[in-house]
């Protein structure tokens, strides 16, 4: 088979566990807030997650809103076929538009139509990683448009420090409220500039939710903002509890002296995503 179809029947399949499959890492967290959950905010947790055991089961999308897609590809410099990728993955999502299905969801800005088959100018978007070998990664992230919805960037001045950035996370929190369908998990992107803040605050969306930041001090503050996040009593859905974000994950680049730039983007409780590894034999690796 040539590689351009097995990219293409790849994505589908990427696009198909991604929209009916919860990462185990997301159902466990999910789980753990069940436990420690009382009221309306447990009642809330059973719903969603006999809402994942159901769409899991019929193999059907866990949210009507099927997202704006978005592919991480990490590719290997000597992988064969390079340029053929981007073409197989916009053919993968035209046909998962129909084989699974997913709702329709790219509208021209100007024209208000809707392409009906999830791609248009940069949709499907694609971040390009080119690193060493012959084999080629993608990841498959699904975003909702609710809790895109909530997204904030802000240019912090340089003295307003750590502090101020602590700020501007609980303030964003606290505005979002019910929007992004809580509980959340929240990327934190800092520094670079406003582009690269942005990007490493929806990058820190793939990362698992039993991982923290490398680095120690970043992941201290991680864990700061997540126990003030549940601290804010918005809980599940918005109804009140404990449980208001799974996990806050932060990423950061080095930033120009004068310039302190802080994005966040929010996902909602149904963190879908999903990878597969093509490798030169032309074997498939699928993970979640």
Same mark, same amino acid.
């Given at each position: ?31 753990r ?18 809402n994942?055991e ?6 059907v ?28 993955l ?16 790219a ?30 990664e ?49 990327? *934190? ?12 605050a ?11 930041n490398?680095?120690?001090? *970043? ?11 549940n601290m ?50 032309g ?6």
């Amino acid at each position: 088979m040539k590689i351009s179809k097995v990219i293409e029947s790849v994505t589908v399949e990427l696009l198909r566990k991604a929209v009916t499959t919860l990462p185990s890492d997301v159902k466990e967290v999910l789980k753990r807030a069940y436990e420690v959950e009382e009221g309306v905010g447990k009642i809330q947790l059973k719903n969603i997650l006999d809402n994942i055991e159901l769409a899991e089961k019929k193999q059907v999308p866990i949210c009507q809103d099927t997202g704006t897609i978005y592919f991480y590809v990490k590719a290997g410099g000597c992988f064969k076929g390079l340029e053929k990728i981007r073409g197989a993955l916009i053919k993968g999502v035209r046909r998962a538009t129909v084989e699974i299905p997913l709702r329709p969801n790219a509208v021209n800005p100007l024209t208000q139509e809707n392409s009906g088959d999830n791609t248009g100018f940069h949709i499907p978007h694609i971040y390009w990683e080119v690193v060493e070998g012959e084999e080629v990664e993608i990841t498959v992230l699904p975003k909702g448009g609710g809790s895109e919805n909530t997204s904030k960037y802000t240019m912090l001045k340089p003295s307003d420090g750590l502090d101020g950035v602590k700020k501007f996370v609980l303030e964003t929190i606290i505005e979002a409220g019910a929007q992004p369908c809580p509980p959340t998990i929240i990327g *934190v992107g800092l520094g670079g500039g406003a582009d690269i803040a942005m990007k490493l605050a929806k990058t820190a969306l793939l990362r698992p939710l039993n991982s923290h930041n490398p680095d120690r001090k *970043v992941a201290e503050i991680e864990a700061e903002l997540l126990e003030a996040a549940n601290m804010t009593g918005i809980g599940p859905m918005g109804l009140g509890g404990k449980t208001t974000a799974l996990a806050v994950h932060i990423e950061y680049a080095h930033r120009h002296p004068a310039s302190y730039p802080v994005g966040i983007v929010f996902q909602c409780w149904a963190a879908r995503r999903a990878s597969a590894k093509i490798l030169p034999d032309g074997s498939i690796m699928y993970s979640t």
